[in-house]
């Protein structure tokens, strides 16, 4: 049996999760798959940055915030859905990475570049 308390739990989840999703389409409607192509950036630093590319790691997660700011989304949703161990150690490793002076918008074209540039870099045998 569920207890009443649970399902005023699930209740208030389920509407937090309408909320949440009700941002995300209209994110999405101004840039179709913007907002998962953002989350698999974001997911992306944690990588770069756990790989040693701690500058690039810094150049995308600002790139990845300023433009997920002007969409209104989260590119972390999806990180949050490993729990908060994993969510913990990001937060770690992004309070650790050197800031990035800020040197106006990068392209969103630039910002996939950096991305998969410093992918395939990592990707290369040695």
Do not use: C
Not at 10 to 28: C, I, S
Not at 74 to 102: C, N, Q
């Amino acid at each position: 049996m569920v207890s009443p308390g649970h399902e005023r739990g699930a209740e208030a989840g389920a509407r937090r999760a309408l909320e949440l999703l009700v941002r995300a389409v209209a994110a999405f409607e101004q840039q179709p798959n913007g907002s998962d192509e953002l989350g698999a950036l974001y997911a992306g630093v944690f990588a770069l940055a756990v790989l040693g590319a701690r500058d690039t790691a810094a150049r995308l997660h600002a790139a990845v915030t300023d433009h997920a700011e002007r969409g209104g989304t989260d590119p972390g949703r999806y990180m949050r859905f490993a729990g908060p161990s994993l969510e913990d150690r990001v937060k770690r490793l992004l309070a650790s990475i050197p800031p990035v002076a800020s040197s106006g918008t990068m392209a969103w074209a630039e910002m996939v570049t950096l991305f998969t540039g410093a992918a395939a870099t990592l990707s290369a045998p040695s």
